[in-house]
């Protein structure tokens, strides 16, 4: 076997092994639209709050709030050209038993129904079932005990946030992940999944545009 064919079948190892480590996603959580993966944002609440947040979303910044890493999004996108937003808001109506879920999922009601229009119109799934996915991706990852509740302020290389994750979560490989930052401050970790949320997805459009800062702060929670 050529070094070529060996690259190609460690690599084929690799998403064999990944999917195993995944497990079966519940078939009513798969997303039936077509995309090439989606996106998981966990938000930095600390970093959101300090550069402009806290007047979008002050029961999150507030004192004592005790928010670190929130979920902001589970986004469909596409290797390349536009990804899909807003794909249908019929019914406009969400059941009452929809949005409850999705307030127990993200930091406010507005974030819950803004994310269900603007990208869980776009997977073929009801808000229920959308709401559920979300949380089920989220479920999947583990926070790195340095992000779990900071109470000094610390600085880090994105690299050094990126290896921090990838040593919590198996499998992720910076080929997956993208650290962002504004004016110094880490702001989210965004996670390229499969659309059948069983592996994590190479996505170079989003992998680049992780932060080029050599270090960035991570503030303390609220």
């Not at 639209?33 to 947040?53: I, K, N, R």
């Not at 800062?213 to 503030?219: A, K, L, P, W």
Request: proline share 9%; with cysteine.
């Amino acid at each position: 076997m050529g070094p070529r064919a060996v690259v190609l079948a460690a690599a084929l190892w690799l998403v064999a092994a990944a999917r195993a480590l995944a497990g079966p996603t519940p078939a009513d959580l798969v997303a039936t639209a077509p995309f090439d993966y989606y996106v998981l944002t966990l938000s930095w609440s600390p970093g959101f709050c300090d550069t402009g947040g806290a007047r979008r979303s002050p029961q999150q910044c507030d004192v004592g709030a005790g928010a670190g890493f929130v979920t902001h999004g589970l986004w469909p996108d596409s290797a390349s050209g536009r990804d899909p937003s807003a794909c249908g808001l019929g019914p406009s109506y969400v059941p009452s038993t929809a949005l409850a879920l999705g307030q127990r999922i993200y930091p406010s009601r507005g974030l819950a129904l803004h994310e269900w229009r603007e990208h869980g119109t776009c997977t073929g799934l009801d808000a229920a079932h959308y709401f559920r996915a979300v949380q089920y991706a989220r479920d999947e990852f583990t926070i790195p005990p340095a992000f779990a509740h900071p109470s000094a302020r610390f600085s880090i290389s994105p690299g050094g946030i990126l290896r921090q994750f990838a040593a919590a979560n198996a499998n992720l490989t910076p080929a997956s992940i993208a650290v962002t930052c504004e004016r110094g401050e880490l702001i989210d970790v965004r996670f390229c999944l499969t659309p059948d949320l069983r592996a994590f997805a190479r996505c170079p459009k989003v992998a680049r545009r992780t932060c080029r800062d050599d270090s960035i702060t991570v503030s303390p929670v609220r």
